[in-house]
């Protein structure tokens, strides 16, 4: 003879517990026993960022054997790349912890990541604008172009803003034509020019002007010497188109605030810092290489606002000693584990349906009250 129960119409503030102690006890499980997952291209990026970190030893190596110290103070990782306050040759003011946050030869994995995103193969042409004011994300930038077999086209400027290669002795452009001759990478500037306010060095000293000019000569380069704001950009816009031929240009890509490239105050806040496909929407439409660029079609990428591209890619800020090769999540990021995951989520469906839809959890909850009235019976009165 089968036992009938009474099953109540409403549920059981005790199945409720169960289930939302199981739910608990899942959603823990899931969080702690997360993997990590290597992200796509994973040694390309590798190897760019270890090419990266031997391009830094050199030009540290080199700064000493030219007898330039290196202030512990301003630059703590001891990298050689953060410049000094003010000098000669300094074109604009500068955010110290940006600096010492680009001291991190990871960085070059993030424009490995930018280039294979808008899908650069080898033999791909991409155009480059640099100024002296990241150092460290230059030498980023070439590690990856070199490591991915592109062909760049690459226009520099010789000053830079505050603590960056602004130390008259080793500009940016004395630390490629090092890194040229070391056969670190086989490519360098196509021209240069003096940078700083209309790319003419506006309120800088004379004597730093002459001396970045002396430097561009001294290392063989064409010397660009605009008449004005919108003759700079034409010039930078026809050198590049020359040097590309019939090839299509894939990226630009930006580093700092050169004001040519990125069209003034305005026009380098407008920019998002990463990856811009389109031009933006709000404000005055300013003129620049990167607007240029990207009314074309060509995708620009915006190397600015340092700590917010580090913490997006899980780059420390401020880094005390130059980071390990291989560190952040633009390497490995950890990832729930789908089959821990997709466990947990039928075992809570399980204990829903057997507490809330059937009577299982009913009788079972039934079953255990009886036994605890046999273990303790009421006493007879």
Known sequence: MKAIYWRPRGIS??????????????????????RKVKQPNY?????????????????????????????????????????ELMTSVTSNTGVLRAKQTTVNPNFAAVLVNYFKKVGCEEGDVVAVGLSGSFPALNICVYAAIQTLKLKPII???????QWGANVPQLLWIDMEQVLYDRRLFSFRSIAASVGGIEDKGLGMSDEGIALIRRTI??????????SSYTDSINQRMK??????????????????????????IIGKRQFKPGLNYRAPQRGPEID??????VEEGVPVVHLTKIEELAGRFGLPVMPTTIPVVGEGKIFKREQYNPWLTAGVLLGILIALYAFIRSDWGFRMQLSARRRHNAEHPEPMV
């Open 217 to 226: 000569a001294g290392d063989q380069l064409p010397l660009l010497q605009p």
């Open 239 to 264: 050198l590049f188109r020359e040097q590309a031929g019939d090839r299509p240009i894939k990226i630009y890509v930006n580093v700092g605030g050169g004001t040519t490239s990125v069209g003034t």
């Open 13 to 34: 503030p005790t199945a409720l517990v169960l289930v939302a102690v199981l739910a608990l006890m899942g959603l823990a499980a899931v969080e702690l026993f997360q």
């Open 288 to 293: 620049s290489i990167m607007h240029r660029f």
């Open 43 to 83: 040694l390309e990026k590798l190897h760019a960022s270890r090419l990266a970190r031997e391009a830094f030893d050199v030009i540290k190596a080199e700064r000493l054997r030219r007898g330039l110290a290196i202030d512990p103070e301003t630059d703590p990782a001891q990298s050689g790349l953060i410049g």
């Open 155 to 161: 226009i520099s400027s010789g000053s830079a803003s």
